[in-house]
């Protein structure tokens, strides 16, 4: 599970795994989860967190979007 990077007490991250789906990041902070899609910044999945936190972390998600893609084709080589 490569680190993408931390930012504000999240992990932010992917499994190795899952090169076949459509280009996504995973997030964590403490017991909770949630995984995004970057086409759109769409939430694809939540457990856990509220919603002022679902926007917080959409927020770096696009803040960082770029860098996520080009840590994603580093990692799945596509």
């Known amino acids: 599970m490569p680190t993408v990077f931390k930012r504000e007490g999240y992990r932010f991250f992917f499994f190795s795994r899952e090169s076949r789906e459509p280009m996504h ?4 902070k403490a017991e ?3 995984k995004y899609w970057l086409e759109g910044i769409v939430l694809a999945r939540n457990r856990g967190f509220r919603s002022h936190e679902l926007t917080a972390i959409r927020r770096l998600v696009a803040t960082h979007r770029a860098e996520i893609k080009e840590r994603w084709h580093e990692h799945f080589g596509d």
């Open 25 to 28: 990041v995973h997030v964590e």
């Open 32 to 34: 909770k989860y949630a």
